[in-house]
Nanobody
């Protein structure tokens, strides 16, 4: 069992930066892939970035590639999403998720989810 808690969301101006954190508790998860997803009301949850805890392989959606960076600190059981050059369209609730072994951009593949943190980017 893994519990995930996101933090770091808030209001930021377009072009600004924000760093989201996702702290995990429970069993150690060296073989867990982690992902950040975002969702607007009434819309499906979409992958933003994923990272493997083994090999640090990463994936980014085309919309955030070059602007966002996913990273992790396994000793602290924390995964981060550094968001730079933020745009109003980045406004969403951001969720942290974990799954066993290999990474995936499909939210249905993930076993554990945080409650989400709101990111709002003003123009």
């Amino acid at each position: 069992q893994v519990q995930l808690v996101e933090s770091g969301g808030g209001l930021v101006q377009a072009g600004g930066s924000l760093r989201l954190s996702c702290a995990a508790s429970g069993r150690t998860f060296g073989n867990y892939a982690m992902g950040w997803f975002r969702q607007h009301p009434g819309e499906e949850r979409l992958s933003v970035a994923t990272i493997s805890w083994i090999g640090s392989k990463t994936y980014y959606s085309d919309s955030v590639k070059g602007r966002f960076t996913i990273s992790r600190d396994n000793a602290k059981k924390t995964v981060y999403l550094q968001m730079n050059s933020l745009k109003p369209e980045d406004t969403a609730v951001y969720y942290c998720a974990a799954k066993s072994y290999g990474g995936s951009p499909d939210p249905h593949d993930y076993d554990y989810w945080g409650q989400g943190t709101q990111v709002t980017v003003s123009s």
